[in-house]
């Protein structure tokens, strides 16, 4: 299980009238890192829905933001399972500034669920089991 | 085919860093107008697509953005239909500012599709395009 | 410190592919409801920026997802105020379903800190701190 | 003045319950590519307001949608300027699939004017503008 890295770089999108990045766009960020951390161990979230009836939705997330982000800064997300069961995953994901080790702007931890297409809990397939726990 | 006019509190999540509402999200104000004005005959899209196996998609749209909204502006979506056909519509939509009367902030010409569950184009169902043509 | 109820509609921006309400828009609505319960009590956020020097950051947020919402359902943002600072407030917001009593879709507690217009700590100006302890 | 092209990953956050894109975020795409091709000839959108006061407004847009996009498709904007006035330009964008040649989904035609920090009307900036027209 190691780390993940992500880099983000910020739009207009993603900012508000404060100057900054609006708080729920951080997020996102963290769900596209997820994302792209499963995307290196060979899964798509579309094929995981269509062949193996496997989705994942989140069901809790905790976030402390520290220092506010601002347009045309390169961002990284760093991802960390830290416990996998057989029905959800924990995560802790940081944003740093610059590099994977420069400022750090915001930290979450996250809970998802595995679910099927109708959103029913279920196990998480083994082959996909497997690849994350290496 | 009346007019519609539909209320748009501007929230934090609307603007940017340009200290008014991104552009982007015009767009949406226009679609809950336009989604409000069939709920106003009778019609919800979540409905439509279950009992009807029927959905919209934009097929093309035409935006002029004359003056920018901001932070806790009360903005008034006027909607028009100007041209209904058997499996389209044409729109046009207004944004106004304080009232459905006040200046204009921003003008959109929207078409849009019907399609069915697998977004192939399909005919209006009957039910809806008496009700509009009303 | 009354609760304060807002309704929500849900439309197509709110949702994604999994056929519910994406996770982050849940806090767009959080913070929808807490800028509202501000202008219940006279206040709204731009003119405390341009009149005050005074904003708020969201410096902490802990979500649990216990239900999904879906398209075209009406919500209802209950929002209590649990600790009012110095430079700082915390609440609790529960989101239900059909009525402000119906089922429990999601539930935060979220943490916001006064700033001025740089960003720098501040109190939270008195005039405002004794309508909201009212 | 050479084509720009931009890849974009498809996140749950772009996709809505129809199973596609949200035809609003497309636009989002546009613009990171508008701000990508500036910052690859080496200007920042952050850096021009503040040390040129000079800024970017959408001031048209039209888009027509010919196919949706799906969750995770990886998408190429390809950004060309058709026109520079003084205080205006003109792109055309096009989002294709899998490559920069790949099946056409989205078309865009966007005209950006130029304003000051106060968004007053300005002229482009000369080194801004030799740049552009390369």
């Known amino acids: 299980m190691q780390k993940h890295i992500l880099p983000i770089r910020i739009y207009y999108e993603d900012t508000d009238v404060g100057g900054t ?9 963290f769900e596209r ?11 798509e979230l579309g094929e995981l829905l269509k062949n193996e009836d496997t989705g994942f939705v989140v069901s809790s997330i905790e976030v402390d933001f520290l ?20 029905a959800s995953i924990r995560y802790t994901q940081c944003l740093h500034r ?8 915001c930290r979450a931890k996250v809970r998802i ?22």
Chains 1, 2, 3, 4 share one sequence.
């Open 113 to 134: 669920a595995c679910v099927d297409g109708q959103k029913r809990p279920r196990r998480i397939p083994k082959l996909l089991l497997v690849e994350i726990k290496k």
């Open 21 to 29: 990045v609006y708080h729920a766009n951080y997020l996102k960020f």
């Open 33 to 43: 890192a997820r994302t792209e951390s499963l995307r290196t161990l060979g899964f």
């Open 67 to 86: 220092q506010a982000a601002e347009l045309d800064q390169l961002l990284y997300v760093v991802t960390e399972i830290i416990e996998v069961r057989h």
């Open 98 to 105: 610059d590099t994977a080790e420069g400022t750090l702007l």
